[in-house]
């Protein structure tokens, strides 16, 4: 069983920078494209981005490039840092997985990780 | 806002079907497939229905998806109190390059 976790600080403060990792478990990392979705209280969740074992990134524009996302295939962690926050990146954060030839369609979440953002 | 609209909720009592609808574009819905979420509170979503209608392996096939056009429908038969949940669709979208969400459907079981 696939098992993905999210650890990083629950709180950061206006204009710093959100840094998240997340450990998975299993084999053939490149058979997947690694993700990490946020989801604010009582809203839908949205696409931040997703990492490939090539390390090629494919984010969301609505982002404005503030997102940097790193893949260590040898340790199986895959990382978030996004910069310049404000309130409205208070959300939970999420790891998830999709299978290369069904991408977007994400089959193995994290649990979650809180991160208000706060002075 | 979410790109893909859901009604805010849907009910039924114990043994009856539910039907939620999920509203979207030509650039997500009307020219990919659908995906469908279902989320119990202080958890993680979890994967329901993929390509419009295929169920992965533990969902019960009174679980089903269907899509026509730009819009899409998850249906549950022989609604149960576990059903109780918020469900989220989502499909890939063209032009943002990447999978968008409905704003979720809270499922009441009365």
Redesign the interface.
């Given at each position: 069983q696939v098992l993905m976790q999210e650890s990083g600080p629950g709180l950061v403060k206006p204009s710093e920078t959100l840094s998240l990792t997340c450990s998975f478990s299993g084999d053939s990392v490149g058979a997947y494209a690694w993700s990490w979705i946020r989801q604010p209280q009582g809203k839908g969740p949205e696409w931040i981005a997703f990492i490939f074992s090539s390390g090629t990134v494919s984010s969301n524009p609505s982002l404005k490039s503030r997102a940097t996302l790193s893949l260590d295939t040898s340790t199986r962690q895959l990382s978030l840092r996004l910069r310049s926050v404000t309130a409205a990146d208070t959300a939970m954060y999420f790891c998830a997985r999709s299978e290369m030839a069904r991408i977007g369609v994400f089959d193995v979440w994290g649990q979650g990780a809180m991160v208000t953002v706060s002075p | 806002q979410?790109v893909?609209v859901q009604p805010p909720s849907a009910s039924g009592t114990p043994g009856q079907s539910v039907s939620i609808s999920c509203s979207g574009s030509r650039s997500n819905i009307g020219g990919n497939t659908v995906?469908w979420?279902q989320q119990f509170p202080g958890?993680?979503?979890?994967?329901l229905i993929?390509?419009n209608n295929q169920r992965?392996s533990g969902v019960p096939d009174r679980v089903s998806g269907s899509k026509s056009g730009s819009s899409a429908s998850l249906a549950i038969s022989g609604l149960q109190s576990e059903d109780e949940a918020e469900y989220?669709c989502?499909?890939?979208d063209d032009s943002?390059?990447?999978?968008?969400?409905?704003?979720?459907t809270k499922v009441t079981v009365l």
């Open positions: - | 979410s893909l995906n979420y958890t993680a979503p979890k994967l993929f390509n992965p989220y989502a499909a890939w943002l390059r990447g999978p968008v969400f409905g704003g979720g």
